[in-house]
């Protein structure tokens, strides 16, 4: 029986520890067991990734030019964000390891296409409008405050209250 690869690398401890725990927790809300059991996941936080890759984070499919569904991931995140927003980042990032996960979304190496549900989606689309970014939007907020409540319940830390909106005078560490 296979068990999920999880692994976090650079941030800081604490950083690389709320990911893992987010990770595992989230994943059963998304995906059935026995496909989590198959995946591989590498955490890379990064920091100032926002500033040189012009995104705060990134699903990479290591394997997706192999036979079958991909289940090999690379996550990147800035690690210089407000910890709300790296977790909430990464929530964002899981629901695009689901689709890939499970085929929902298809892409291809070879001619650049994407295919949502087995349909071609226009390169010309505008990135927000895309369907699996629709998707992984709806459910970043939700995965992360659903981790909060099973993991802390009522208890407020200061880190629970950090705004998550996008702009940098909210990411940026103080």
Same mark, same amino acid.
């Given at each position: 029986?296979?068990? *999920? &690869?999880?692994? $976090?690398?650079?941030?800081?401890?604490?950083?690389?520890?709320?990911?893992?725990? /987010? %990770?595992?927790?989230?994943?059963?809300?998304?995906?059935?067991?026995?496909?989590?059991?198959?995946?591989?996941?590498?955490?890379?936080?990064?920091?100032?990734?926002?500033?040189?890759?012009?995104?705060?984070?990134?699903?990479?499919?290591?394997?997706?030019?192999?036979?079958?569904?991909?289940?090999?991931?690379?996550?990147?995140?800035?690690?210089?964000?407000?910890?709300?927003?790296? *977790? &909430?980042?990464? $929530?964002?990032?899981?629901?695009?390891?689901?689709?890939?996960?499970?085929?929902? /979304? %298809?892409?291809?190496?070879?001619?650049?296409?994407?295919?949502?549900?087995?349909?071609?989606?226009?390169?010309?689309?505008?990135?927000?409008?895309?369907?699996?970014?629709?998707?992984?939007?709806?459910?970043?907020?939700n995965l992360v405050e659903l981790w909060i409540e099973?993991?802390?319940?009522?208890?407020?830390?200061?880190?629970?209250?950090?705004?998550?909106?996008?702009?940098?005078?909210?990411?940026?560490?103080?």
């Amino acid at each position: 029986m296979s068990t *999920l &690869t999880l692994r $976090a690398v650079g941030g800081t401890a604490q950083q690389r520890q709320m990911c893992r725990d /987010l %990770v595992r927790f989230a994943l059963p809300h998304l995906m059935k067991q026995s496909l989590i059991n198959n995946l591989s996941i590498r955490i890379n936080l990064k920091k100032d990734y926002v500033a040189r890759e012009g995104c705060y984070g990134l699903c990479d499919v290591n394997d997706i030019e192999g036979r079958g569904r991909p289940r090999s991931f690379s996550l990147s995140v800035d690690s210089s964000m407000l910890i709300r927003h790296i *977790l &909430t980042t990464i $929530a964002h990032e899981l629901v695009h390891v689901k689709q890939y996960a499970t085929g929902e /979304l %298809v892409y291809r190496n070879s001619t650049g296409e994407s295919f949502w549900h087995g349909e071609k989606i226009d390169d010309n689309l505008n990135y927000w409008l895309h369907p699996w970014e629709i998707e992984a939007a709806g459910w970043e907020r939700n995965l992360v405050e659903l981790w909060i409540e099973h993991t802390y319940g009522k208890k407020e830390l200061k880190w629970m209250q950090e705004l998550h909106y996008h702009g940098e005078q909210y990411w940026r560490s103080r």
